[in-house]
């Protein structure tokens, strides 16, 4: 990936410094200081080591006469497979465990509380392939899987609650897949699971011919640290999915995702979708996407006329926080696995909700009534024209 740009904020970096990378990030970031996190020396020598990147910044709120501060410590990660795709299953994710492992050793050591990981971190993105072996394999139980035992041991390690996006195996259920967020409480209980609600059929990305629209509903998980929700990969290009995750109380939402830089991908919108969210809906929230190419065993088409592949193309990383205000932090590279910390007081959902109003002047009860005759039948779309009397 030499070749590939390395970061939005490298190419800024580079080229803007001065008052002009001062206003730079004041209309574009929102804030001309970053409010970066020092880290520990031990933090930074181990990324070094394990070739990792790791940032953190703080989005502080305002001090308030009745509240005490809400600090919680939240990360992401996001990262590259770390077994070529034609080797067994077991050891692809061995892999990719034993890489992510020192990841979560950082954030552990610099007290992070609650951790996501992007979507189905633990096996290659085959669902493009849309061949059923060997990647139906890597689907697990969301409670007993291998996957959940290996997070609760470091969950209870550190006292960590972990957001982990992976294939589930629904043995109950006729062992139907699911594209499934398992969250596991600092006590290393499964606190409940979270199915992804919008499956794209867009070209390489028709990930229905593995699993359909999830049963969950919009579930925001009471923790110790807050309440989180998780809006998975194609959710974040529906509206109405951001905005029920806040109905129901969600102070922070991940968005853990696999999206690519490619002609048909959507770079562009990355830095706009959870951001918007985030506005609209006076939460935090964290946008995560992998990293890197996956090259697969045989080759398959993209229905656009194209050449026979065997991968994707880039996973463009780039993962990064945004607050209530709107204000974002830098994001991670495009190219290199990462660890960013965000320090957030929660204190500020509230404080935004009281400057804007969003909630108060939401008109939940017009949209109720005009999405109801949309629903119908004879549905007429209220158009006016000229000549209307």
């Not at 190419?293 to 926080?321: I, M, Q, W």
Request: glycine share 6%; with cysteine; net charge negative.
């Amino acid at each position: 990936m030499d070749n590939e740009t390395q970061s939005l904020e490298a190419i800024i970096e580079n080229n803007l410094s001065g008052r002009d990378l001062d206003e730079f990030n004041r209309i574009y970031y929102g804030r001309k200081n970053h409010l970066e996190v020092k880290l520990k020396d031990s933090s930074l020598a181990a990324a070094k080591e394990a070739d990792f990147e790791v940032a953190a910044y703080a989005f502080p709120a305002k001090k308030e006469q009745t509240r005490p501060p809400r600090i919680v410590k939240v990360g992401v990660i996001q990262h590259s497979i770390g077994a070529p795709t034609d080797r067994p299953v077991n050891e692809q994710k061995k892999a990719i465990f034993d890489k992510v492992k020192k990841i979560i050793d950082v954030a552990g050591q610099e007290g992070v509380n609650i951790i996501c990981f992007q979507e189905l971190w633990n096996m290659p993105f085959a669902f493009c392939t849309r061949e059923k072996q060997p990647w139906c394999e890597f689907a697990e139980s969301a409670e007993e899987g291998p996957t959940t035992r290996f997070l609760r041991e470091l969950a209870m390690k550190y006292s960590m609650v972990i957001v982990s996006s992976i294939l589930e195996r629904d043995e109950k259920h006729a062992d139907i897949l699911w594209n499934t967020a398992v969250v596991i409480s600092d006590s290393g209980n499964v606190i409940g699971k979270h199915r992804k609600n919008h499956i794209p059929r867009v070209g390489d990305f028709n990930e229905s011919n593995y699993y359909m629209e999830g049963n969950t509903g919009h579930p925001v998980f009471a923790t110790r640290y807050g309440k989180i929700a998780v809006n998975i990969c194609f959710g974040r290009h529906h509206v109405l999915n951001w905005m029920m995750f806040g109905q129901n109380g969600a102070e922070i939402v991940f968005n853990p995702s696999a999206t690519i830089a490619a002609e048909a991908g959507s770079e562009y919108m990355w830095n706009i979708e959870a951001r918007n969210a985030a506005i609209t809906n006076c939460y935090f929230t964290a946008a995560i996407n992998r990293v890197g190419y996956e090259e697969f065993p045989n080759e398959f088409t993209s229905a656009d006329g194209k050449p026979a592949h065997k991968d994707l193309g880039l996973f463009y990383g780039s993962s990064y926080f945004c607050g209530p205000d709107g204000v974002r932090c830098p994001g991670l590279s495009r190219t290199k696995d990462g660890l960013l910390i965000a320090v957030m007081d929660l204190n500020m959902n509230r404080q935004i909700k009281d400057r804007r109003c969003y909630y108060m002047t939401q008109r939940l009860d017009m949209y109720v009534n005009s999405l109801s005759r949309v629903l119908d039948l004879e549905y007429k779309p209220q158009v006016v024209h000229e000549n209307d009397k």
